[in-house]
């Protein structure tokens, strides 16, 4: 891929440092058992009592391992990040973690500041991404083949057959569902 002959903006070099020491101080609180922690006692309440963050919460404490992979990929994300030759790996890489991150927070309630540092992280990824927007469309649609002509409508008629079979398997799983309902 070719260096941009576009100049790279300053704006993006602060929403990239920015993001990065964001990024480094969530993921380091993981790795510090920081976050993803509940009093003992949440775990006496019944389930019905607790709010979206403490299920959400206490969801997420119950595996260390997955908080220090978490941790581990937010420090590397922001590590890639610091650097322009590096940014675009990191902002690809970063851009459907903190789409999860984001959702969390908006759906289960999760603190302000942890939604909008999120919303902010997601939408600087999503700036760094646009920047190469060209370098983007080039790998992942202009620069890849296609199906061979002669053989197009084979292709065609089997993606076509997958959603069909996708879909005839939901059906079936509903109407079971519903009818292991009705038998109860």
């Not at 003992?40 to 997420?60: H, I």
């Not at 942890?114 to 646009?130: D, E, G, Q």
């Not at 053989?151 to 076509?160: D, G, P, S």
């Amino acid at each position: 891929m070719a260096e941009s002959t576009d100049p790279y903006p300053k704006h993006l070099d602060w929403l990239r440092y920015l993001s990065a020491l964001l990024l480094f101080t969530y993921g380091s609180s993981k790795l510090l058992s920081r976050q993803f922690t509940l009093p003992p006692e949440t775990a006496l309440r019944p389930v019905g009592s607790l709010t979206g963050y403490q299920l959400a919460w206490f969801y997420y404490s119950y595996s260390h391992v997955y908080a220090v992979i978490l941790g581990l990929i937010q420090l590397a994300g922001g590590a890639l990040l610091l650097f322009r030759k590096s940014a675009l790996l990191g902002a690809a890489l970063m851009l459907p973690v903190m789409t999860n991150i984001l959702m969390v927070n908006v759906f289960f309630h999760i603190a302000w500041g942890a939604l909008c540092t999120s919303a902010f992280i997601f939408a600087s990824m999503l700036a760094v991404l646009w920047h190469h927007r060209h370098a983007l469309v080039g790998v992942f649609w202009t620069d890849q083949a296609g199906e061979p002509a002669n053989a197009r409508r084979y292709y065609r008629i089997t993606a076509a057959l997958v959603v069909l079979l996708v879909i005839t398997l939901m059906g079936l799983a509903s109407w079971l569902a519903a009818g292991s309902k009705i038998s109860k």
